[in-house]
């Protein structure tokens, strides 16, 4: 009785061959999910900003025309002022009302930017009075790790992941090189939310914003202005949980999704190519074993099993090999890259992992053709010369 051909057979006996294959297969599996690694490092931790901190805090600018106060040629731009405060106010106080709002201020605000591997984010936070701090620090579920609460003009709190990714120290100045020295690192904050506050400076600052403290229920600000009776439009700036979710959507998840898949359908082109010519190249210096194999009585699906559970062989052991290199990469990036810039990691990603599987299969696809072609050609031993 004739034994099962043994896919093992080759595999041991041309390990040099084998292992460059194994080697690309590997490097591959590598260098997909490691560019995944470093996008999803990106997507993870811009949901902080984009989809954490505005369950608890949005930021409103309303025009003129929207807080119902038109231009009249026999107002003085003092009086227009005082109008427009007085409207203003009115608005605050009647969003006060509302359910699951319990702060609105207007306010001056600072720029900070968070900076990922991929991209950068910006956003505004309040420039608060002193005695205000304490209240805006517990609302946004903040605590302070280090350094001082502020006292004086110009002291800024810091999330200690801003901190790490804006590259600042306690006593250093804040966003230097667009404010110069006016703003004070005085305390390090952690919190959930990116969260960042201060005391003014004169009046350097970004802009005046009515900041409004909010719960989840109640941040779109949109629904929370139409409630008493004011209704935004396209020459209004709002910042909200809505505003926020939106861009997260077409700035990250879309553009990040799109560029991955990118990456994985040149990448397993280019493997495929590769992989088929060298493959083809086994194949050809194998073409008397196979015809040998025929001669004593192993038929075409035989010899095809065999081929397919050698191909299986090496494709598994350069998945698991990718994969230990892969976690061992990830892990040292991590530590030293990553955590240093104040990112947030995510190393399991089973929608890419089945992409790159996905990619792997394909390539086996691929190579159906050479090896339909050779079983197809088989020729006893008695035969090979015609």
């Known amino acids: 009785m004739k034994n099962k051909l043994s896919a093992l057979i080759f ?3 041309n390990k040099k061959q084998v292992w460059v294959m194994i080697l690309a ?3 591959t599996f590598m260098t997909m999910y490691i560019v995944n690694f470093l996008f999803l490092t990106t997507g993870e931790s811009f949901k902080e900003l984009f989809l954490e901190q505005p369950k608890k805090i949005a930021v409103v ?4 025309e929207t807080m119902g106060v038109g231009e009249n040629a026999n107002t003085s731009d003092e009086e227009y002022d005082e109008i427009i405060d007085e ?3 009115k608005i605050m106080s009647d969003m006060m009302k509302q359910e699951g709002i319990s702060d609105v201020t207007y306010t001056q605000c600072l720029y900070s930017h968070y900076q990922g591997i991929v991209g950068k984010v910006g956003y505004h936070f309040p420039l608060l009075s002193a005695d205000r701090i304490p209240d805006f620090l517990e609302h946004m579920e903040a605590k302070l790790i ?6 004086g003009d110009g002291e800024i709190l810091v999330d200690e992941k801003i901190i790490k990714n804006m590259k600042m120290n306690i006593g250093g100045y804040f966003n230097e090189s667009l404010y110069g020295q006016n703003f004070k690192v005085v305390g390090i904050l952690e919190s959930d939310y990116l969260t960042c506050v201060g005391t003014p400076q004169g009046y350097y600052n970004s802009g005046w914003y009515m900041v409004v403290s909010c719960d989840e229920q109640h941040s779109d600000m949109t629904g929370v202005l139409n409630d008493i009776g004011i209704k935004p439009t396209e020459y209004d700036r709002i910042i909200d949980s809505v505003e926020w979710a939106g861009q997260y959507r077409d700035m990250v998840t879309v553009q990040l999704d799109a560029a991955l898949l990118g ?6 082109v280019f493997l495929a190519i590769s992989i088929l010519v060298a493959y083809i190249s086994f194949m050809r ?7 040998l194999y025929s001669s004593i009585g192993f038929g075409r699906k035989e010899i095809y099993g065999m081929i397919m559970r050698e191909i299986f062989i090496i494709f598994g052991i350069s998945l698991a090999v990718g994969a230990v290199v892969t976690c061992l ?3 040292l990036m991590d530590k030293f890259v990553i955590g240093g810039m104040g990112l947030v990691s995510r190393y399991f990603s089973p929608e890419h992992l089945l992409r790159i599987i996905a990619a792997f299969a394909v390539i086996i696809g691929i190579l159906q053709i050479p090896i339909s072609v050779t079983i197809n050609n088989i020729k006893t031993i008695d035969r090979m010369d015609e």
């Open 61 to 64: 600018e309303l025009s003129a």
């Open 11 to 13: 595999v041991l006996n």
């Open 263 to 268: 990456i994985i359908i040149v990448v397993t």
């Open 146 to 151: 280090a350094g001082k609460m502020p006292a």
């Open 25 to 27: 297969l590997s490097l």
């Open 87 to 89: 409207a203003r106010n």
């Open 285 to 291: 210096s194998r073409v008397n074993e196979y015809c």
């Open 329 to 331: 990469i990830m892990l």
